[in-house]
């Protein structure tokens, strides 16, 4: 009988110990780790199936001339879905999605098998959290009930393959959730480290052998992150995550890590009685109900990949009776927010000292490019002069920490879709040289400097 080692394992980032820890060196978290028991015998497992031989074998080196062939693709049928891969699901590809509970992702995936198994492929969705008879009930709710998907309730990943292996190859196969797999090969609770690291490369070598499209369903801890060793997001050839607020009814998914695509678009639904529903101008959506009479709004034309989206981002500055003023953000870097704040203060006149401050990007949308600092302190001087911003208008421009407004990437896509939905003016850096203002579809009014919005924003003020 082979001799068993115990070894510790941290369950975050996957950092191996000899013994116990309160702390993770790795990765700072306290009591993640975690005895697991693995067999000491090196032939158990996958290596054990290698034949043996004395020296390597000697392959041909190809230089980087020659054809280039697109991966060959499988379209899901959901638009969105399609933007995000890159086109459609590449054969014998991995995904790994991830997402908050309850935020959409089964409803997601069964829409998408529904799609291609209505086209004639083979799907098969394996649910190791829910029985048969649950992923059914969900399928009837969203009108899906008559697709020919193959379903079943299985956590064996040496069964699962052997399972899909059997008949024509899957075009996609699900898994939900790469959590509750385990494999033989490992001797572990299901959840552990070395659980999930063993199924996910079964399962990725079952995906590269037969070209089937495998999803892997992740869970995500309280800090939004895939839950598990991050060995296993190097390990995939595309990591998706699917965001949203529970209290809003749209939904974004983003690609993180995309081998055979783009990794800066998104794709936007929304949640419907009727399952997920594919939302092609989401500006509409972000700005539906806006209100144009108050102060502290200001509309930003931002770019997720090569999508204009024109959203508002809302600002309140109230006094504050506390010693430390409250620095409040959602939708945005709180880093960032300090840094405008800052330069408000120091190039734009303004005393924020003394003062609370809240942001909020409306709809629960997160922004990371730089071109909102124009956006945001138009809101923050809006909101603390207590004079609206013209409701035609929208702002985008990087702010600098001398005060000067500098220029950003597709100003011209940026005001193609702020025309498109009826917006008349544009606040943004002045244009470079080499662009061409009849070009534009709107002629923006440029500015250099903060100075510049703060005392705009004081003239609409004394002229109202």
């Known amino acids: ?34 005895e697991e028991t693995a067999s000491s015998n090196p032939m158990v497992g996958p290596v054990a199936t290698r034949p043996s031989r004395a020296k390597g074998r000697i392959f041909p080196l190809e230089g980087l001339s020659g054809e280039a062939k697109e991966a060959p693709r499988t379209p899901s049928g959901i638009a969105e879905l399609d933007r995000v891969t890159g086109g459609g699901f590449v054969h014998g590809s991995i995904i790994l999605l991830g997402g908050d509970p309850g935020i959409g992702k089964s409803t997601l995936l069964m829409q998408a098998s529904a799609a291609l198994a209505k086209r004639g492929e083979r799907v098969a969705y394996i649910s190791g959290e829910e029985a048969v008879a649950q992923v059914r009930l969900r399928a009837e709710r969203l ?36 959590q509750t797999m385990w494999t033989e090969t490992v001797e572990s609770a299901p959840g552990t480290v070395t659980q999930v690291r063993g199924s996910a490369q079964a399962l990725i070598r079952f995906a590269k052998t037969t070209g089937t499209a495998v999803i892997l369903v992740g869970h995500v801890t309280k800090d939004g992150q895939i839950a598990g060793p991050r060995v296993v997001e190097h390990m995939v050839d595309a990591v998706v995550s699917f965001e949203g607020d529970t209290g809003h009814h749209f939904r974004i998914l983003r690609a993180v890590k995309n081998r055979f695509g783009p990794t800066d678009e998104i794709g936007v ?8 529903r594919e939302v ?45 003023p409250r620095r409040a953000v959602v939708g945005w870097d709180p880093a960032r927010l300090s840094m405008v704040l800052a330069v408000l203060e120091a190039h734009g006149g303004l005393r924020l000292g003394m003062h609370d401050v809240y942001l909020n990007v409306a709809g ?70 080499d662009k061409k203002k009849e070009r534009l579809p709107l002629a923006p009014s440029s500015i250099g400097h903060i100075t510049d919005l703060v005392a705009g924003i004081a003239v609409r003020r004394k002229a109202s």
């Open 364 to 433: 629960g949308l997160r922004i990371t490019e730089p071109a909102a600092d124009l956006a945001a302190a138009a809101a923050l001087v809006s909101s603390l002069s207590g004079s609206p911003l013209p409701p035609d208008t929208v702002y985008f421009g990087e702010l600098g920490l001398s005060g000067a407004i500098r220029p950003v990437a597709q100003a011209e896509a940026r005001l193609k879709e702020a025309a498109k939905l009826g917006f008349a003016n544009a606040v943004s850096p002045a244009a470079r040289a």
């Open 143 to 178: 009108g899906l009930g008559q697709a020919q998907v193959e379903l079943a309730s299985e956590t064996n990943v040496e069964d699962i393959v052997a399972t899909l292996s059997q008949g024509r190859p899957p075009a996609l196969a699900i898994i939900d959730s790469i």
């Open 1 to 34: 009988m082979a001799k068993r080692q115990a070894s510790f394992a941290c369950q975050n980032c996957g950092a191996v110990y000899n013994r116990w820890k309160g702390k993770c060196e790795a990765c700072g978290g306290w009591n993640t780790i975690v």
């Open 269 to 276: 639904f929304e949640m419907s009685d009727q399952g997920l």
């Open 280 to 324: 092609p101008n989401p500006s509409e959506l972000f700005l539906a109900g806006r209100d144009l009479a108050t102060p502290g709004t200001a509309v930003f034309a931002g770019m997720e990949g090569t999508r204009p989206l024109l959203v508002e981002i809302q600002a309140l500055v109230a006094p504050s009776s506390l010693g430390t």
